[in-house]
């Protein structure tokens, strides 16, 4: 028999934990509502098992849910002895829980609660089971997410009007605990920045608390905590570091010390928002937005090279059929989510857990394709949000860059369904050539040599943002390709993009198209900037001609910027796939390649994450050192390949690039 697991309906573990974690946002003193809709998990389900006995033996149905056992003709209280004769049966657990959801456990000789189950929800048809590492024994509970905690402590105190200020040291994440003495009464604030721990009034995260209250309060971002009372001194005040224990499987260090900085800084963000899921940041909004998780799941790729928190992420997201909204209310986070599905099973293979959420992302795609318009073009419906990017855009009418990642959608339907053998009703390689012909038509300026934002405006406005969509999904080709680039990526007198969360794409771009010394250099301006700035995770975004506490307003909010950003983690992907240069060629990382491209570095290390082994390289000028324990490799220089042999040592000579 395989290990005894808690199990539950597929889907209903990561869809609770999304229910509870996108309704603990705070700002000032009140409960701050979602913006979307929010899945529930199934109220009641039905758990079948045929199974023989070798023997005469005794379950135990454990559960925190209601319900009852089928078995033997009879009906059966859970949570009691279950006594069951040698031969063959079938067992059925039907459980309801109206506050988190139904899961079990049964641990025995003769029966254990494993991925063969099948499950039910009495309006689709069965699946297998759904089940986590780490919920192995009866004690375990599912509805509790598995965190580890460390205990930290303030590096310093500092006494000030009216409280104490202790400074961790560094933005963290986790529950603190206040020890208030009888009769008192004290007010918390929560700060990213010794600023807003200072601002009570300002500050987004702060509660008055009194002797009575829970010591233990919820686990909140902070690198500060000033706390406020008449005897502050006499006030105990200890945290602990809430996280996920993932490894880093890559690493990487050049002979740019500032570089170096960088990566652990990028590093450490991307860990305080690997959580239950990817969030966008651990203060504001703590949500998880399907755009910065598709960042995420880039850059979790080069440095976890785990996708347990990329597959939570978007199950999360993908929720509950039926769609009645694009995810996260935006248009183009339902296409980066499916396009998102693709890159995840290219990257792992793993074709069981694609054929878990296909369902799904067949209706997500079928609600997608319902709201276009009669040229097949993603078009604004009432309820939408067209963004692709802060800045200045045409989204009068079609916007182009929506069109293309609709673009990329179908194509990503097409190779999903040929992975699993399905003739589709749809022809999505049709729909993608069809709308190939339609983009071009409408929105290619032959003048301009550019694609445009909006033919409705007629304002044919050239923007980075578009352009580097038609360059990164691999939309322009040929002497388009090269007209794109010169006239628009490349045009210093285009509006130049402004977000982190879009500039990663460009730099993208920029590396794609062979420009990695600018992406090197933007890297330590940018990020090495915050550093500059006192940073201890990186930014929302980072204005260098700003000063002092102008780094934290955001929002029309004096605190209102995010101190710690995944989507600020770019750097990772950029030199793990760029400059180490290792990418997958096939499924799973079967085959692979090794292209590094040192630019303006004289000397780096690398390690990189590719199937399930790494491919280690050390370069010092003009020579190159590479390893890999795996099958598959090509080193790539120039025109010259040569295969990787795993095991083997190889010594090559680089052309500095």
Not at 5 to 18: A, L, Q, T
Not at 124 to 153: C, L, M, N, Q, T
Request: with cysteine; glycine share 8%.
């Amino acid at each position: 028999m395989n290990k005894a697991k808690w199990i539950w309906y597929r889907g209903d573990f990561e869809i609770y934990h999304h229910m509870l974690l996108s309704c603990r946002r705070q700002e000032y003193g009140c409960d701050y509502p979602c913006q979307w809709h929010i899945s529930r998990p199934e109220v009641s389900a039905s758990f079948v098992k045929d199974f023989t006995a070798e023997r005469d033996g005794v379950v135990r149905v454990v559960t925190r849910s209601k319900g009852m056992i089928r078995f033997g003709g009879k009906l059966h209280p859970v949570n009691e002895e279950l006594r069951v004769p040698a031969g063959e049966h079938r067992i059925v657990v039907e459980l309801y829980d109206i506050e988190k959801f139904p899961s079990f456990f049964i641990d025995s000789d003769v029966l254990v609660t494993d991925e063969t189950w099948i499950a039910e929800c009495f309006d689709r048809a069965p699946v297998p089971v759904g089940w986590k590492p780490g919920f192995f024994s009866a004690g375990d509970d599912p509805s509790v997410f598995p965190f580890e905690y460390a205990d930290i402590s303030p590096v310093s105190s500092e006494k000030i009007e009216g409280g104490i200020l202790y400074d961790f040291g560094r933005e963290t994440f986790g529950p603190v605990t206040v020890q208030i003495p009888a009769g008192e009464r004290a007010t918390l604030v929560y700060g990213e920045s010794r600023a807003e721990a200072t601002d009570p009034e300002n500050a987004l995260v702060r509660e008055t608390l009194n002797s009575s209250d829970d010591p233990v309060r919820p686990a909140r971002a902070f690198r500060y905590i000033y706390v406020k009372s008449e005897n502050a001194e006499k006030i105990g005040v200890s945290a602990q570091y809430e996280y996920l224990p993932i490894e880093d499987r890559a690493s990487f260090s050049c002979d740019r010390e500032l570089v170096n900085r960088v990566w652990d800084l990028c590093a450490y963000t991307f860990h305080l928002n690997s959580r239950e899921f990817f969030l966008d940041g651990i203060k504001r909004d703590r949500w998880v937005w399907s755009g910065d998780a598709y960042q995420s799941y880039m850059i979790a790729r080069y440095l976890y090279g785990d996708p347990s928190v990329s597959e939570r992420t978007i199950v999360a997201l993908l929720g509950k059929p039926p769609y009645r909204t694009h995810v996260n209310t935006i248009n183009d986070y339902s296409a980066y989510l499916i396009i998102s599905v693709w890159e995840h099973y290219f990257a792992g293979g793993d074709q069981e857990f694609l054929r878990s959420v296909w369902p799904r992302v067949k209706e997500l795609y079928a609600f997608i394709v319902s709201r276009l318009d009669e040229n097949g073009f993603v078009v604004h419906r009432q309820g939408d949000w067209i963004f692709i990017d802060w800045g200045v855009l045409d989204k009068e009418g079609a916007h182009c860059a929506e069109q293309i990642l609709l673009w990329r959608t179908h194509l990503a339907m097409a190779q999903l369904s040929e992975v699993l053998g399905e003739t589709p009703e749809a022809d999505y390689q049709k729909s993608a050539a069809k709308l190939y012909d339609k983009i071009y038509e409408y929105f290619w300026d032959g003048e301009k040599g550019a694609f445009i934002d909006s033919f409705t405006s007629g304002r044919r406005f050239v923007t980075r943002q578009t352009n580097v969509f038609a360059v990164l999904f691999d939309f322009a080709d040929g002497e388009k390709r090269k007209s794109v680039i010169e006239n628009a990526i490349l045009d210093p007198d285009l509006p130049q993009i402004t977000t982190p969360y879009f500039k990663l794409y460009e730099l993208m771009a920029l590396c794609k198209i062979g420009m990695l010394g600018t992406a090197q250099d933007y890297i330590e301006s940018y990020w090495g900037g915050m550093l500059r700035e006192g940073a201890t995770s990186v930014w929302e975004a980072y204005d260098p001609t700003q000063k002092g506490e102008e780094h934290f307003a955001m929002y029309g909010s004096a605190f209102g910027k995010s101190l710690c950003h995944a989507w600020g983690s770019g750097p990772i992907l950029l030199l793990s796939r760029w400059c180490a240069g290792v990418y997958p060629t096939s499924v799973g990382g079967e085959t692979f390649r090794v292209e590094p491209k040192p630019g303006k570095y004289r000397s780096f290390a690398a390690s990189v994450p590719i199937g399930s082994g790494k491919v280690r390289l050390r370069y010092s000028a003009p020579q190159i050192t590479v390893e890999t324990d795996v099958p598959g490799g090509t080193f790539v220089c120039g025109d010259a390949e040569t295969p990787l042999e795993p095991g083997r040592r190889y010594v090559f000579k680089l052309n500095k690039s």
